[in-house]
């Protein structure tokens, strides 16, 4: 018997779903617990102008309660100081403060900041390889716990406590191994030595109130087990200073913790990760409690765990609308779009591949088809690219496109290269309101100076 071979077809992935687009219609945003709004992207636009930054003032409120729960204990009081530089808008602040959270600053601009929106000296944090004299001198005379970065900036705040009426509050920045990528940059070298050095000097001076261990694992850090090591590493360090005479209470665990945003393959674990619900910060909250737990009683009667989130409690509070204002076929036949918004103000792309989604003005079956599309912003370079490849329904200019977890490190890392930054508006119980309006071209040249010989009778600068 004769059989015959058919011919090898190798497969093929065919795309095949539809998606179903609401003619003017932005949705997942709220204004209520109970009461979802719908808007017409259309008239927010025509208002306001496009691009546009949306932010979610309950998303916002709910994260950020979300993000508290999640690190409850009965047994430690935990404070959560809010990273500012992960985005100051202050309306954003405002409500993260109202909500009950301190404030973790780097910069003497985000001190003044924090003070400024009616935060207290005593409840915040003041960290960073760099702070100056006047800076440190104000902190301290007002109480903020200061996370000392280096023997430099020590034996500065030794010589400024001589000046205080009340001990200085201080706490060593610490950091240590992990894995590959150490942070080495930031604070006093565990394997070094340089920790134990500073708890030594600390111990000498009772002009400085001694208050605890500061630390930063890195940044949107999924392996859980990571904070446990963190803990484990300044629990032995607590152990070292008790044995000098000091008394801490305070263990800092710094911030990295991710958000509902899409790390791009290379970056991310194999398979990826999800972290879309309300528990997916329980892990994190566990390993820490987990050692903390153990030797509670070397942080004093009241141990007190701190916090810093800053991602993870604002990253999805927010989205940018744009417009679609070009389309072309590029080499190798690929489909593109240019719409109105580039790389400027969404800087984080080059680590993300943020959820891009169409609110269409026409709804058919046609362009409900997905087909890879790559999405370009409107900027004079080639890596303004903002999604390559991505599946999306066929577009045309003039539709709206929503590009979601941007309220993260967008807004404080913009820039105005070659376009001025849009307007950000806060949707709340009353309905848009707008919290950022759009620079002009005397916004962007209000600083610089233009010297008389440089002018001529045309010059209107």
């Not at 390889?129 to 000392?148: D, R």
């Not at 009340?166 to 942070?183: E, K, M, Q, S």
């Not at 604002?314 to 240019?338: H, M």
Request: glycine share 8%.
């Amino acid at each position: 018997m004769t059989i015959a071979l058919k011919p090898y077809h190798r497969p093929v992935i065919e795309v095949l779903p539809f998606l179903a687009l609401e003619k003017h219609q932005l949705h997942n945003i709220t204004v209520a617990a109970d009461e979802p709004l719908t808007l017409d992207t259309a008239d927010l636009l025509h208002k306001f102008g496009s691009p546009l930054y949306v932010v979610s003032e309950q998303k916002l409120r709910q994260d950020y309660k979300n993000f508290k729960r999640s690190f409850s204990d009965e047994h430690v009081n935990t404070k959560v100081a809010y990273s500012i530089k992960t985005n100051y808008l202050p309306a954003v602040c405002a409500i993260l403060r109202q909500e009950g959270a301190q404030a973790e600053v780097v910069s003497g601009m985000e001190y003044e900041l924090a003070r400024t929106l009616g935060i207290p000296g005593k409840e915040i944090i003041f960290n960073g390889p760099h702070k100056t004299q006047s800076e440190l001198k104000l902190a301290l005379s007002e109480g903020a716990l200061v996370n000392i970065d280096n023997f430099n900036e020590l034996e500065l705040i030794e010589q400024l406590s001589e000046e205080l009426l009340t001990p200085a509050r201080v706490a060593i920045r610490v950091n240590f191994r992990f894995g590959t990528n150490p942070w080495t940059k930031f604070g006093f070298n565990n394997e070094n030595g340089e920790s134990l050095g500073a708890l030594r000097k600390i111990s000498r001076n009772n002009k400085l109130q001694f208050e605890g261990f500061h630390c930063h694992v890195g940044t949107f850090v999924l392996v859980h087990e990571l904070y446990a090591n963190a803990v484990e590493k300044l629990i032995e360090l607590a152990k070292q200073a008790r044995e000098l005479g000091l008394n801490p209470t305070s263990l800092d665990i710094g911030g990295g913790f991710p958000s509902a945003n899409t790390l791009r393959p290379e970056y991310d674990l194999p398979g990826g990760s999800q972290r879309t619900n309300n528990d997916f910060l329980l892990p994190y909250a566990e390993h820490i409690f987990g050692q903390l737990r153990k030797h509670s009683e070397l942080f004093g009667n009241n141990p007190t765990l701190i916090l810093e989130p800053g991602r993870a409690i604002v990253d999805a509070s927010t989205q940018l609308l744009s417009t679609v204002i070009a389309k072309k076929e590029i080499v190798g036949g690929r489909s593109a779009v240019i719409i109105d918004a580039g790389v400027n103000l969404v800087p984080t792309v080059c680590y993300y591949n943020h959820q891009i989604k169409t609110v269409a003005a026409t709804t058919t079956e046609e362009r409900g088809l997905l087909k890879p599309v790559d999405i370009f912003g409107p900027l004079c370079m080639q890596s303004d690219r903002l999604r390559e490849q991505i599946l999306m329904p066929a577009l045309n200019v003039g539709d709206h496109l929503s590009i979601g977890n941007v309220g993260a490190y967008c807004h404080t890392q913009s820039n105005q290269f070659i376009q001025p930054r849009p307007a950000t508006i806060l949707l709340g119980e009353q309905g848009p309101e707008l919290i950022r309006r759009a620079e002009t071209f005397r916004d962007i040249f209000a600083l610089d100076l233009l010297p008389g010989r440089l002018r001529d009778d045309k010059c209107q600068f």
